[in-house]
């Protein structure tokens, strides 16, 4: 069974987070090479020091550009609440599964059981926004 993304990859996504990740990891790779060298070296310090503030950057970046702007602009609950959607992976009832609205892979909570290939309506967006509400199609 494949696992489940983390909440914060899909809250800030994949193209976000990778960068910023290695961009971090080289920052703690020059700081660990300074500790390394003896404090000979002060160039490593500085480097590393400015990866990390690049890095984090970055992150403030991705959040406020990714999550907020675009959320904000271009998603709207409306759009969704009443669209069909198949169960990609079926769940017992109240459990989070996942089910394709619009060609796009949602979370979804049901207050029935569902199995997979099952036709659903969207009934409501939960507040974290990528979990839908839906109740089964008869």
């Known amino acids: 069974m494949p696992k ?6 899909v809250k800030y ?4 987070i990778v960068p ?5 990891i080289f920052a703690i790779y020059l700081l660990i090479e300074y ?13 590393s020091i400015v990866f990390f503030l690049t890095g984090l950057l970055l992150f403030v970046g991705f ?8 959320t904000k602009k271009y998603f709207h609950t409306e759009t969704l609440v009443g669209q069909n959607g198949r169960v990609i992976k079926g769940v017992p009832a109240n459990n989070v599964g996942t089910v394709a609205v ?6 979804f909570v049901c207050d029935a059981d569902t199995s997979d ?10 507040e974290d926004k990528v979990t839908l509400t839906v109740k089964k199609i008869s």
Do not use: H, K, Y
């Open 35 to 47: 500790l390394i060298s003896g404090s000979t070296n002060s160039f490593l310090l500085a480097l």
């Open 63 to 70: 959040t406020i550009t990714i999550s907020s702007r675009i």
């Open 4 to 9: 489940e993304p983390s909440n914060f990859a």
């Open 102 to 107: 619009l060609s796009e892979d949602w979370s």
């Open 13 to 16: 996504g994949f193209r976000a």
């Open 20 to 24: 910023v990740a290695i961009i971090l």
């Open 117 to 126: 290939n099952e036709m659903v309506t969207v009934t409501e967006v939960q």
